[in-house]
């Protein structure tokens, strides 16, 4: 298997532009988590999705982030317009249904920069 | 609401020695409790949960954890430190009230000297 992917793995921008992180999670898990990763705040659960449908949003900062799943296969995290502040590693996460939902399998994150 | 409080940013112990990292939390219901480890430049990695059943959880690497309900405690031990387990350890939590929504502690940076 080849685990959580993300992509870009870096992402460098000026601050204005959209920006767009993408994620596939492991096959046939039905959880996906967006996290954001900061020195100042630590790990921040944003969102995560059951079944492809948004669970709990209440972790996004502000009506500029937002987040699709379109289906079981890929997700997106939307920055727009973006600021120097959300610089961040970002990282998703997916878990299957059941017992071992707690296991949450992480990606590698994307680093983003907001010049 | 449930948190966790993670005590000491930074540990150091020498290769052999007894590794410790302490991990305090609240909750108004039973919670489910984390430890996760993170490599420089990686994601993180479960090593081991707690969810209600044996108090002494073991975990991966050979990681231990005992969630001590009179001190709402959940440390993580491991009886002889490799230089291989320096990395970042964080102590997560989530209710059990049906949500998977899970509060990450602030980290430690667990340094282990040869």
């Known amino acids: 298997d080849a685990g959580v992917i993300q992509s870009p793995r870096h992402e460098v921008t000026e601050m204005g532009q959209e920006v767009t992180l993408r994620c596939k999670p492991i096959?046939?898990?039905?959880?996906l988590f967006w996290y954001r990763q900061t020195m100042m705040r630590g790990l921040e659960l944003l969102i995560y999705?059951?079944?492809?449908?948004?669970?709990?949003d209440s972790g996004m900062p502000e009506d500029r982030f937002s987040a699709k799943m379109p289906n079981a296969s890929f997700s997106t995290l939307k920055i727009q317009p973006s600021e120097p502040r959300d610089s961040a590693v970002y990282f998703c996460?997916?878990?299957?249904?059941?017992?071992?939902?707690?296991?949450?399998?992480f990606g590698p994150g994307t680093r983003l920069t907001v010049l | 609401a449930q948190s966790v409080t993670q005590l000491g940013s930074h540990v150091s112990v020498s290769e052999g020695a007894l590794v410790l990292l302490r991990c305090n939390y609240s909750?108004?219901?039973?919670?489910?409790l984390f430890w996760y480890v993170q490599y420089p430049n990686q994601g993180l990695q479960l090593l081991l949960k707690y969810t209600s059943a044996a108090t002494l959880v073991k975990g991966i690497n050979g990681f231990e954890a005992e969630f001590k309900k009179s001190e709402t405690s959940f440390h993580l031990t491991k009886p002889s430190a490799h230089m291989s387990d320096a990395a970042e350890y964080f102590c997560?939590?989530?209710?059990?009230?049906?949500?998977?929504?899970?509060?990450f502690g602030t980290g430690t940076r667990l340094k282990v000297l040869a």
């Open positions: 997560a939590v989530r209710t059990t009230s049906g949500t998977y929504k899970y509060i």
């Open positions: 996460a997916s878990s299957p249904q059941g017992l071992s939902t707690d296991t949450q399998y």
């Open positions: 909750s108004s219901v039973p919670p489910y």
């Open positions: 999705f059951n079944n492809n449908v948004p669970i709990d």
């Open positions: 096959s046939g898990h039905d959880y």
